[in-house]
């Protein structure tokens, strides 16, 4: 983690010192015409609903078109790599997420190094996911799971949305930390995960609550933990996985960047915008709505806030043994 962190602030002071041109740049008029907004994602998921929900805000605050483009493609990779050729005006921006970390380690060979060729500009939201198992499996607590695994080893399968996502390394984090032998068994989709837990093909299963609330209500699911720090309001019944595995704590979450050398006058202009977005009642209740916790965060916060979560998920990589090409 301290490698990482080293790494931010060497990038974050040279930064400092960059070109003149990037120094000296100024953000009075930016911008002055329309800025791309780049989601990794195809439509319709939680990332790309985000966006388009702050890139409309952002609009609205600096009096310009803030366009949302889908790049899907190998976990955000493609997107990740377009932007850090960009040039770096402000005219390209990303949506970040969790993923950018992960991959991080989790890909052996990328045209671009994330914390090198990413600057941060504002960290958005936080989003839990809850640990759920299937009624018949014979545990209501985490404490009884953890003990009908440790009872069961190498039998219980866990399900994901797919190898090398939040979903799978969320249960990676658990089995390391909780010393317990599970298979991963990942899922092509999220319908298709949540459709082998409902039909008891695979028995748990760590799903962003904003997926799995339904299921969790009608007593399709059995809601375990919840995987951030605090209980939630929206399952003020259902305890934090940490109150039994100190330490374990995941929230996906979403941010925006730029390509290095984006002046920081744009970063801040950019900055204030989401923030004052963040702030604004009715996008905080969206947010929350959609299974977000609004964060707003300044570059400096969000960038050493990176540094921690991409030092955690390469232990993860590494204790799962997954690699990607």
């Known amino acids: 983690m301290k490698l990482y962190r080293r790494k931010f602030l060497h990038l974050a002071a040279g930064a400092a010192v960059a070109s003149i041109a990037s120094r000296t740049a100024r953000a009075d008029g930016y911008p002055t015409r329309p800025v791309r907004w780049i989601v990794g994602f195809p439509p319709g998921g939680p990332n790309d609903i985000t966006a388009r929900l702050m890139a409309e805000s952002v609009s609205q605050r600096l009096h310009q078109p803030f366009v949302v483009e889908n790049r899907p493609g190998a976990s955000s990779t493609v997107a990740t790599e ?18 950018n970390a992960i991959n991080a380690s989790l890909y052996d060979k990328l045209n671009y190094d994330f914390l090198r060729d990413i600057v941060v500009v504002a960290g958005i939201a936080q989003g839990p996911a809850v640990m759920e198992v299937n009624p018949t499996v014979p545990a209501a607590t985490v404490p009884e799971f953890i003990a009908y695994a440790k009872a069961n080893p190498g039998k219980i399968n866990m399900t994901s949305t797919g190898t090398g996502n939040l979903t799978n390394f969320a249960g990676e984090l658990f089995k390391m930390m909780a010393g317990v032998d599970m298979v991963s068994v990942p899922a092509s989709s999220e319908m298709q995960a949540q459709s082998d837990l409902l039909t008891g093909r695979v028995q748990v299963m760590f799903d962003p609550i904003v ?55 744009i970063i801040e202009t950019l900055n204030a915008a989401l923030a004052a977005g963040i702030a604004d009642p009715q996008i905080k209740e969206r947010l929350i709505n959609l299974g977000f916790v609004p964060t707003a965060m300044t570059p400096g916060q969000f960038g050493a806030f990176i540094a921690d979560e991409t030092a955690k998920w390469t232990k993860v990589v590494k204790f799962a043994g997954v690699k990607l090409d």
């Not at 979450?253 to 390509?259: C, E, I, K, S």
């Open 82 to 99: 377009m932007v850090a050729r960009s040039e770096p005006d402000g005219y390209t921006l990303m949506e970040l997420a969790t993923v």
């Open 211 to 265: 997926s799995s609330m339904g299921y969790i209500k009608s007593g399709q699911f059995r809601a375990l933990g919840v995987t951030s720090a605090e209980r939630l309001p929206s399952l003020p019944d259902v305890p934090v996985i940490g109150e039994t595995v100190p330490g374990y704590a995941v929230d996906g979450w979403l941010g925006l960047g730029a390509p290095k050398g984006t002046p920081d006058a």
